[in-house]
């Protein structure tokens, strides 16, 4: 349809008029709120919470045998026999219940000297000799015994015979005496009387007789006693010399054994670097052989230093050796080092494991997997942090802002993660431990920096 020109311009005029008019209907505040609605970021909030978080270490292991010894010899001598040589299996000896070897381990290899076994003999015969001298000492013990109680016999009767003979003694001593009286009166004529004199002197020699007798039989018994005390000390002094052989006979009998190169456990050789007729120094540092025990096996760890205060004694393990098998193997800690290697801040674990069958060689790769248990650990939702030039960040809303925080993460459990410490992106912030109150973002619908004003759902 055709307007005429002079029609259009009111037209435009109107509509410019129409369109405005509303505009200057709407109020000054209701334009502000609006744009500020418009300029908040709408986000979902979650305190971090505190649970147990379950995480595990996993680490390359080194296998070993549980003892490693060098077999050297004690005494010299030439190697006369050797009855192993490398990967023979060997056998401990058998304690008995008392703690006395009842069976030697197995025969290695055996030395051959003659001048020690020579030696050997020799002392055996010393031993025995004293032995001999011991038992002359105590018969000449009993015969001394003997002579003291016949001795005391002899004394006995010696004394008794001296009562005797003084008592005859006084009697003719006394009838000389009174015969004297009689001649005197003339009662008893000269002869008698010198008869009864002659008693009494014959009666005075038998006392000194019996008196000498007496004294005899005393040192005879004093004697006999003397030889008695000898006697002792020679038994004393042949058992000392005895027990001295006896022990000098055993010393010798011990070197003697080391001829005999026996195994200290059960186990394998691993080396072997001697041959029949080698001859073997005292002062040699080169073992006749290395054995090893295999059962139990030794497992080496080391174990980092985030996870070394939850790892101790009896922890639980998981061993896979890749070579033997892919399963893992059920076993616990056995022992730890106690303390951190300082250089490389590491925690040495060892693990035993059962090896009956020598499956398990030393040398294997292994990994062990310790699974790990972080208690009462404040976690966040995963999506709620970020990287920013290498640095984790989350935002925390405080006061109706949103504020980012950098933050330092622990181990993380499905959509979790730790949360260790934070502190505002800001340089004059210090770190501290989460509080267990901080509303940190997990979602958000739109943009956010430090100071955006958010509305949480």
């Not at 920013?388 to 006061?399: Q, R, T």
């Amino acid at each position: 349809m055709y307007y005429p020109r002079s029609l259009i311009l009111p037209l435009t005029s109107l509509l410019v008029v129409v369109g405005f008019i509303p505009g200057c209907m709407k109020s000054p505040g209701s334009s502000s709120q609006e744009k500020s609605k418009a300029a908040q970021t709408i986000v979902s909030v979650q305190t971090p919470q505190k649970k147990t978080i379950h995480w595990s270490v996993e680490q390359p292991a080194t296998i070993q045998a549980y003892e490693t010894t060098p077999i050297i010899a004690k005494v010299p001598g030439y190697i006369s026999r050797v009855l192993v040589d490398i990967d023979d299996k060997i056998d401990g000896p058998e304690i008995g219940w008392l703690g006395e070897e009842v069976k030697q381990g197995t025969l290695l290899a055996e030395l051959s000297i003659p001048e020690l076994e020579e030696e050997r003999k020799q002392k055996l015969a010393e031993a025995v000799a004293m032995k001999a001298m011991v038992e002359v000492a105590q018969k000449n013990l009993l015969v001394a015994e003997a002579n003291i109680k016949s001795n005391e016999k002899m004394v006995l009767e010696s004394e008794s015979a001296l009562a005797k003979a003084d008592a005859n003694s006084k009697r003719w001593s006394s009838e000389a005496s009174r015969s004297d009286e009689m001649v005197a009166r003339r009662v008893m004529d000269k002869q008698t009387a010198e008869e009864t004199r002659n008693q009494a002197i014959a009666a005075a020699s038998e006392l000194d007789e019996a008196k000498a007798r007496v004294q005899s039989a005393k040192a005879r018994l004093t004697e006999s006693q003397a030889k008695q005390q000898s006697a002792l000390s020679d038994i004393t002094a042949a058992e000392a010399k005895a027990r001295s052989a006896d022990a000098e006979a055993r010393r010798v009998a011990a070197l003697r054994r080391y001829a005999y190169i026996t195994a200290p456990y059960k186990g394998i050789v691993t080396a072997r670097n001697v041959h029949t007729g080698h001859f073997l120094q005292m002062n040699s540092s080169q073992p006749l052989f290395m054995v090893a025990r295999l059962d139990p096996i030794r497992i080496f760890m080391e174990v980092p230093e985030a996870a070394a205060s939850q790892v101790g004694k009896g922890s639980p393990a998981q061993v896979t050796i890749p070579s033997i098998s892919n399963a893992a193997i059920s076993a616990k800690v056995t022992r730890t080092a106690g303390v951190l290697n300082p250089d490389i801040r590491t925690l040495r674990v060892e693990i035993d494991l059962p090896n009956p069958d020598f499956k398990i060689r030393p040398g294997l790769y292994a990994t062990v997997s310790l699974p790990i248990e972080t208690p009462n650990a404040y976690t966040v939702p995963g999506k709620s942090t970020f990287m920013l030039d290498e640095f984790n960040y989350c935002f925390i809303v405080e006061e109706g802002k949103a504020v980012r925080y950098q933050v330092e993460l622990g181990h993380k459990e499905g959509d979790e993660v730790e949360l260790l410490m934070l502190k505002k992106a800001d340089p004059k912030s210090t770190w501290h431990t989460p509080l267990g109150n901080e509303q940190v973002v997990v979602t958000r619908e739109g943009p956010l920096e430090t100071g955006t004003d958010v509305q949480v759902k």
